[in-house]
């Protein structure tokens, strides 16, 4: 009876564990779409960029920007 209560508790975790192994999955699913989302724009941000000749001010943005708060906004934003 010991040795078939050791065995359910195994199977158990061992279906715990695959559980979590397939949210991770997914999780990690969503990653890496999102991570290909993310390069695609940022491809578009440096082509636009480059086809308006706005590469200096780019790189000018780039050096010299820097972080402000706005007590309305959630969030911070990069200005020069």
């Known amino acids: 009876m010991a040795k078939n209560n050791k065995v359910i508790k195994e199977q158990a975790m061992y279906q715990n564990l695959q559980e ?15 991570h290909k989302r ?3 724009e940022l491809r578009y941000l440096n082509d636009f960029v480059h086809s308006k000749k706005l590469d200096e001010e780019f790189r000018y943005f780039r050096e010299h920007a820097h972080e402000e708060y706005e007590p309305d906004l959630p969030f911070s934003h ?3």
């Open 20 to 34: 979590r192994y397939e949210e991770m999955h997914e999780y990690l699913l969503g990653l890496i779409e999102d």
């Open 78 to 80: 990069l200005t020069l």
């Open 38 to 40: 993310a390069e695609e």
